[in-house]
């Protein structure tokens, strides 16, 4: 069975959100604050963590850090009563998979955890037509092993960020919307923002551009989305 964990402390959200996945078949548990949701996300398995971001004790964005900093892989969805773009950026650089904006549908939560699931269990298997390993300039994706390197130092990517490097080094060349990154890397192309897509982009090129402001591997085509011309070595 599936296991969820939410780490919240509005406790009418955690019922309600606990009610609504057990009903759709999952196992859920919760952590009421930063330091119980930490302890347990790095302790447990569990295919998907919600995290709100404020908490008691350890903020959201403390949770995250730590998780992925002790090599805990777990999708994270984030949740945020804030609307600010600054949170949902600082939230995915730390390395969650996803964000939320407080008040939300449930149905929108369900087909985003169905959707990191999917990727979970799919997107990190090279498939047989597809090469194990791309390199290009001193970047080299290794599709097998899930790890990205630059100049041969380790470069650190949340899921969500390899997902989405790897879906547009297997279409080199081709201009791709914001709509098919939504629906081909989340799994979905009508419950949210393209704007999610474009802040992706961006951690992205800071990661692998020698100058993100002029980026020369993943390139904006104004209009119509974006265009991965990495040269495959």
């Not at 009563?81 to 969650?96: E, F, I, S, Y």
Request: proline share 4%.
């Amino acid at each position: 069975m599936t296991r969820v964990l939410i780490i919240e402390d509005e406790p009418g959200l955690v019922l309600a959100l606990t009610q609504r996945l057990v009903s759709e078949g999952y196992a859920v548990e919760a952590a009421a604050d930063g330091e119980e949701g930490l302890a347990r996300g790095a302790s447990e398995a569990f295919d998907v963590i919600v995290l709100d971001l404020m908490l008691p004790r350890k903020s959201g964005f403390d949770v995250c850090r730590d998780l992925r900093q002790r090599g805990v892989n777990t999708p994270i969805i984030m949740l945020t009563a804030r609307g600010q773009v600054v949170d949902r950026v600082v939230g995915l650089k730390l390395g969650a998979d996803d964000y939320l904006t407080k008040p939300f549908a449930m149905m929108e939560l369900l087909a985003r955890i169905e959707a990191l699931l999917r990727r979970a269990a799919t997107s990190m298997v090279p498939s047989a037509s597809s090469p194990d390993r791309y390199q290009f300039g001193g970047l080299c994706v290794d599709f097998r092993r899930t790890t990205v390197t630059r100049n041969k130092k380790r470069v650190d990517m949340s899921a969500r960020e390899f997902k989405l490097l790897r879906y547009l080094i297997e279409h080199p060349g081709a201009t791709i919307s914001r709509d098919e990154l939504l629906n081909e890397v989340w799994g979905y192309n009508t419950l949210t923002t393209t704007r999610t897509v474009d802040v992706h982009i961006s951690l992205l090129r800071q990661k692998i551009e020698d100058d993100p402001r002029h980026p020369k591997s993943i390139v904006t085509i104004h209009g119509f989305g974006y265009k991965f011309v990495g040269a495959k070595a």
